[in-house]
């Protein structure tokens, strides 16, 4: 079993820079290498949608929204999964999510099985 836990959500004005971290847990013996680990957001009265994923091989896919801004990166053997947000913007204001995808290769947008609970972000103009 996967447990995903977010941390360093916060508030911060335009242009300013946030880490988000994803701390991941496993129960049982797991092949946790194998998962594609992702990071999603969901705005207020919008549906939720995808940021940056990376894959088990360390390639990352980035949302149109995002790129240049934002990256996604490991830490510690995949325990942690980091986004790096920068040139942070009004819009980029949501509840971020961790998400694992435990099928194995990261399928776009979709497969996530597995979530945290979320961390807040808000930047002001």
């Known amino acids: 079993q996967v447990q995903l836990v977010e941390s360093g959500g916060g508030s911060v004005q335009a242009g300013g820079s946030l880490r988000l971290s994803c701390e991941v847990s496993f129960s049982g013996y797991m092949y946790y290498n194998t998962y594609c680990m992702g990071w999603f957001r969901q705005a207020p009265g919008k549906e939720r949608e995808g940021v940056a994923t990376?894959?088990?091989?360390?390639?990352?896919k980035y949302a149109d929204s995002v790129k240049g801004r934002f990256t996604i990166s490991t830490e510690s053997g995949r325990n942690f999964v980091l986004l790096q947000m920068s040139s942070l913007k009004p819009d980029d204001t949501a509840t971020y999510y961790c998400?694992?995808?435990?099928?194995?290769?990261?399928?776009?947008?979709?497969?996530?099985?597995?979530w945290g609970q979320g961390t807040q972000v808000t930047v002001s103009s």
């Open positions: 990376i894959d088990k091989d360390g390639s990352s």
């Open positions: 998400a694992a995808d435990t099928s194995g290769n990261c399928r776009g947008w979709a497969g996530f099985n597995v």
